[in-house]
């Protein structure tokens, strides 16, 4: 459990507290409109906070009316209410993707019904499907999902598969449509004649970040020995926990603020003397000397633990830059 001290709520634990002052039944309300993914991580939040501080739930309470107050005169049933709700709790990647569902009334589609699904009970709906559709799945879903669903086919099918992924473009809505059919699911998102954005080398990059990494060493050698060009560009694309280093400060420090203290410890317990000190200088004098504390005092820890912990938090890495709030790589054009 994690106490919760004089510092700022973040977002997501602001989130939680807000459920959890609901009461179960107006929470569940709330919940089932999220995603699996939202759904694993407000639950998380909510099983972890502990000492959270009376004035610091009234605070949560008296922003959220704020909030609302914002929105409209009634606090209620206005569209802006609802986005600035969700991206303040979720952030922008992951509101973007349920504000259609709940604005525009959609349904969930087959395609999102995998997300709920084990990987492997996903690799077994589309282990016998063309590679092709094969592919379009694994580009659909979230790279940690799709890497944990490739860990269940043999290599030759897992190269075929992240070859066709680096080479999508576009799909057809008819091909998503053909595909639901598939799943035996009806397809219900917008149906317009523009072609839907999917795949391609980035996501085949993501996915390969989360992929094991003796799994991953042996797949981009296949990649390079079949296109090496290929295999250098994912390679270029591919974001791992030592080019943290080249995230300015104030990035560093917001990553900090969205990692639970555990995790942290087991990623800098594999972490090179650079990459830890580059951590205690974005904390506070106190907090950093407690963190080294706890790093002597954990012991030695399997390798697998902290290539999880450090591929978490790379993935909050990645949903803070993709959300605007960070830049990844530093240098780059200037934010202004």
């Given at each position: 459990m994690s106490d919760i001290g004089q510092n700022d709520l973040s977002s997501l634990e602001k989130a939680a507290v807000l459920l959890m002052s609901l009461g179960e039944s107006d929470a569940a309300q709330i919940l089932k409109h999220m995603g699996p993914k939202e759904v694993q991580r407000i639950g998380q939040t909510m099983a972890q906070l502990s000492n959270v501080q009376r004035h610091q739930v009234e605070k949560v309470l008296d922003d959220f009316l704020v909030l609302v107050g914002d929105q409209t005169g009634l606090g209620l049933g206005a569209d802006g209410y609802i986005r600035n709700m969700l991206k303040e709790a979720l952030g922008d990647e992951k509101a973007s993707s349920l504000i259609d569902r709940i604005l525009l009334g959609g349904n969930t589609t087959g395609l999102d019904t995998l997300k709920w699904m084990e990987p492997r009970a996903v690799a077994d709906v589309i282990r016998y499907e063309h590679p092709q559709i094969q592919a379009i799945v694994i580009s659909y879903?979230?790279?940690?999902?799709?890497?944990?669903i490739l860990a269940n086919f043999d290599e030759r099918v897992r190269l075929d598969i992240v070859l066709r992924v680096?080479?999508?473009?576009?799909?057809?809505?008819?091909?998503?449509?053909?595909?639901?059919?598939?799943?035996e699911r009806q397809f219900s998102g917008n149906q317009s004649t523009q072609s839907t954005s999917i795949g391609g080398i980035r996501t085949a990059a993501n996915i390969m970040n989360f992929i094991d990494s003796s799994v991953e060493s042996e797949l981009m050698d296949s990649i390079r020995d079949v296109d090496e060009d290929l295999a250098n560009t994912i390679q270029d694309l591919m974001f791992?926990?030592?080019?943290?280093?080249?995230?300015?400060?104030?990035?560093?420090?917001?990553?900090?603020?969205?990692?639970e203290s555990e995790t942290l410890i087991l990623a800098l317990k594999g972490a090179d003397p650079d990459m830890q000190e580059k951590v205690f200088k974005n904390m506070s004098s106190r907090a950093a000397d407690m963190l080294k504390d706890d790093l002597e005092a954990k012991g030695p820890v399997r390798v697998s633990e902290v290539e999880v912990a450090q591929k978490e938090i790379l993935a909050v890495a990645r949903r803070l830059a993709d959300n605007g709030e960070i830049v990844l790589g530093g240098g780059g054009e200037q934010m202004v």
């Open positions: 879903l979230d790279p940690d999902q799709a890497a944990d680096a080479s999508l473009d576009t799909v057809q809505p008819a091909a998503l449509q053909e595909l639901n059919d598939i799943l791992v926990f030592d080019n943290l280093m080249d995230v300015d400060d104030r990035g560093i420090q917001v990553i900090l603020r969205e990692v």
